[in-house]
Nanobody, 118 residues
Framework: QVQLVESGGGLVQAGGSLRLSCAASGSIDSINTMGWYRQAPGKQRDFVASVTNGRSTIYADSVKGRFTISRDNAKNTVLLQMNSLKPEDTAVYYC????????????WGQGTQVTVSS
């Protein structure tokens, strides 16, 4: 019912910045919390940041002070501003959305590659 498409990934040197975007379509009125996860090759998919429909935010300790998540409900988009990037931030970044009333229902985007060189 919900489709998520990420964009904005790329190659950047350590200390640089990138901005990721996630565009939602379909049954967007069913979306509650949205967030970002990342997965490095051979690793588990880890939580990065999330923002509720009421704009409350949560960040993983590894990105606090460097990343900023924001949400524009009118445009059905979620942004992740990534500053002071480190090589360990290299991963495929995935957009995620939780259903408002169907517990345990989640939607995922296809992912966008972020590569940070040393």
């Amino acid at each position: 019912q919900v489709q998520l498409v990420e964009s904005g990934g790329g190659l950047v040197q350590a200390g640089g910045s990138l901005r990721l975007s996630c565009a939602a379509s379909g049954s967007i009125d069913s979306i509650n919390t949205m967030g970002w996860y990342r997965q490095a090759p051979g690793k588990q998919r880890d939580f990065v940041a999330s923002v509720t429909n009421g704009r409350s935010t949560i960040y993983a300790d590894s990105v606090k002070g460097r990343f900023t998540i924001s949400r524009d409900n009118a445009k059905n988009t979620v942004l992740l501003q990534m500053n002071s990037l480190k090589p360990e931030d290299t991963a495929v970044y995935y957009c995620e959305a939780d259903h408002r009333w169907k517990i345990g229902v989640n939607y995922w985007g296809q992912g966008t590659q972020v590569t940070v060189s040393s």
